[in-house]
């Protein structure tokens, strides 16, 4: 029997809407799952945004204040999708009323943040979700299953990559993004965050590292009215940008793999370039976003010389199966998404995870601590495990 769960969206910017469509998606890509969302409320501070909302996805109520949400009857899971400084306030909040929540990554402001959400969530008995979205891509879960069979033998090293052009334009809005008091770190939370994940997702956990970071663009215009996403600016007052707009990191791996972690949101010339280079003593696996649904694969006896080989994702990897009936059928961005929130409500239909949960986001913002002591200091750092 089919129940329906009462979901609301806090913040609803363009990952909110991205949560929105996902939870009508659902029942398309997976029929037999207990239950059915229901758009129950949406809340979003931006006058008018939130009634936009309801009115083109059908949301029964709308609200500025989130408290609304945490005190509904009605609602039994919460996307929160707000800006990072307010992860805290309104994960802990949802998850002591008794709510499930999927939680958009970095999780807060630092490791102190996601470890009090974390916590909120054990105590609760309530699920918890985070919107590590590429570890999910089917071509991903391959590569894991590669390297955790020994397919590609002894992982020797990793390059991990994240380069963006969305905070490239000298005319970019200063928004919250920018600065220490709401977004926390700047590409450390927006795109090493998934780094690190993917790094643990694929090799285990990393013990020590060393870190550098820039800023390249020191100031921004401050925006004169609400912005969604990454906003221009042009004529406003100039303010400094206060996190980083680049990290380079040497990370070595508690199994003795070795790696580097590059991240840079002003890459001129770079779209979502994302991606990871594993080599082990009999191989190696290579996977690009921007080609999401292929896996290069070296393997064999060669060693010099070797090949590599393209394999197409198809129904046997991952989740596939949910949305193509062949090989070489693409998946898209939304689609990694659909694959979160499955897993996040099968964790609830079943009372155990599934998927990047809280702890994990705990482990990725330990990794992101590391980094910005290290980026101060100088020096390797040991990552404390949490």
Request: aromatic letters at 8%.
């Amino acid at each position: 029997m089919v129940r329906a769960l009462g979901v609301a969206v806090v913040g609803f910017g363009w990952m909110g809407r991205v949560h929105t469509q996902v939870y009508a998606r659902l029942p398309h890509h997976y029929p037999d799952l207990p239950l059915r969302p229901r758009l129950v409320a949406v809340a979003e501070e931006v006058p008018g945004r939130a009634e936009e909302a309801a009115a083109q996805f059908g949301f029964a109520s709308t609200t500025r204040d989130w408290r609304e949400v945490a005190a509904d009857a009605r609602v039994q899971a919460v996307s929160i999708t707000a800006p990072n400084f307010l992860h805290r306030e309104i994960g802990v909040a949802m998850a002591r009323a008794g709510k499930h929540i999927w939680i958009e990554k970095p999780v807060g402001l630092g490791v102190d943040d996601a470890r009090a959400v974390a916590d909120a969530v054990a105590e609760a008995g309530v699920q918890g979700a985070v919107g590590f979205n590429y570890r999910n891509a089917p071509a991903v879960e391959y590569a894991r299953d590669l390297i955790a069979t020994g397919e590609i033998g002894t992982v020797t090293h990793v390059r991990i990559r994240l380069f963006s052009d969305y905070a490239a334009h000298p005319e970019g809005a200063l928004t919250w993004r920018y600065e220490r008091a709401r977004g926390g770190s700047g590409v450390l939370g927006d795109l090493a965050s998934h780094g690190a994940d993917l790094a643990r997702f694929l090799l285990g956990d990393i013990a020590s590292l060393t870190a550098d970071t820039a800023v390249f663009v020191p100031q921004r215009a401050r925006p004169t009215g609400a912005t969604a996403g990454h906003a221009r600016a042009s004529g406003g007052e100039l303010g400094p940008v206060e996190n980083e707009d680049y990290v380079s990191c040497l990370l070595r791996f508690a199994s003795g793999a070795r790696g580097v972690l590059e991240a840079c949101r002003v890459s001129v010339g770079e779209q979502n370039n994302y991606g990871f280079e594993v080599h082990g003593t009999k191989g190696a696996v290579f996977w690009d976003f921007r080609r999401m649904n292929e896996l290069g694969v070296s393997r064999g006896t060669a060693y010099q010389d070797q090949p590599v080989t393209t394999v197409f994702a198809g129904p046997g990897h991952g989740e596939f199966a949910a949305f193509q009936p062949g090989a070489a059928n693409a998946m898209g961005y939304d689609d990694l998404k659909v694959i979160e929130a499955h897993r996040f409500l099968r964790s609830v239909a079943e009372g155990r995870p599934y998927g990047a949960t809280l702890p994990d986001a705990v482990r990725s913002a330990a990794v992101l601590d590391a980094m910005a002591r290290s980026a101060r200091s100088g020096a390797w750092v040991t990552v404390a495990v949490p």
